[in-house]
Nanobody, 126 residues
Framework: QVQLVESGGGLVQAGGSLRLSCAPS??????????MAWFRQAPGKEREFVGA????????SYGDSVKGRFTISRDNAKDTVYLQMNSLKPEDTAVYYC?????????????????WGQGTQVTVSS
């Protein structure tokens, strides 16, 4: 069973920045061959696509609401995926999840991902 662990969430003022990280809970598993993604879910709302990255880091995709502000990246040597969030807004407040897809391509659909982390809370105050 693959378990993913997110970290880096917290409380930040509007306009500020945070960097989230995602790594496997057991170092016997490696992310490096798989596409990864970040999703978020605010209370009472559906899970929303934030961004995705292919296995090498050479291709990325973003949800419309975060384009130009968020950057997804990965360090396969460290087996870690990152989400750099800049110019944060109160509407970015949500639980952020990383996800792994057992495939050659990433997707913007949550149902296409096979493994998920437990989530990390991001709260942006106005």
């Amino acid at each position: 069973q693959v378990q993913l662990v997110e970290s880096g969430g917290g409380l930040v003022q509007a306009g500020g920045s945070l960097r989230l990280s995602c790594a496997p809970s057991r170092r016997t598993f490696t992310f490096s061959g798989y596409p990864m993604a970040w999703f978020r879910q605010a209370p009472g709302k559906e899970r929303e696509f934030v961004g995705a990255i292919n296995w090498s880091g050479g291709s990325t995709s973003y949800g419309d609401s975060v384009k130009g502000r968020f950057t997804i990246s990965r360090d396969n040597a460290k087996d870690t995926v990152y989400l750099q969030m800049n110019s944060l807004k109160p509407e970015d407040t949500a639980v952020y999840y990383c996800a792994l897809r057992v495939s050659t391509e990433y997707s913007a659909l949550a149902r296409d991902y096979h493994y998920w982390g437990q989530g990390t809370q991001v709260t942006v105050s106005s």
